[in-house]
């Protein structure tokens, strides 16, 4: 009887920097997740409890569309980020991704912005 055993591949060389990366993709995917449902949050509390005001209406909107668009960038780039950084670990020419963390961040602090906006002028902070 003959046993056949499957031959070694490259990724089998990188074990352990596969298995990093794929936990990285994990946690931003669990991020975008947060990312979306925080939008969601902020939109329902809003349509709530709040009193029909027409710039916290807008905020509110902007807030959830915001949110769910760049949760969905998020999930977008960081597959691709999957994708790129697992190419490269195997040909050994991994760098770090400063564009998409940089473009990310940008895009989060928008929203947070949107978010500073909506406390100051709705929740009556001022």
Not at 37 to 58: M, P, W, Y
Not at 83 to 90: L, T, V, Y
Not at 95 to 114: E, G, K, M, N, Q
């Amino acid at each position: 009887m003959m046993i056949f055993k499957d031959k070694p591949t490259i990724d089998s060389n990188y074990i352990q920097q596969h298995l990093a990366n794929e936990r990285t993709y994990l946690a931003w995917i669990r991020t975008s997740i947060t990312i979306i449902g925080v939008g969601f949050l902020i939109t329902n509390l809003h349509f709530s409890f709040i009193s029909k005001n027409q710039l916290g209406d807008i905020l509110a909107q902007t807030i959830g569309l915001a949110s769910i668009f760049v949760g969905i960038t998020t999930i977008i780039l960081s597959t691709i980020g999957y994708f790129k950084k697992g190419r490269d670990i195997n040909n050994q020419t991994f760098a770090y991704p400063r564009v998409i963390t940089l473009c990310l961040s940008i895009l989060l602090l928008l929203i947070f912005l949107f978010f500073g906006l909506y406390y100051v002028f709705i929740w009556g902070l001022v």
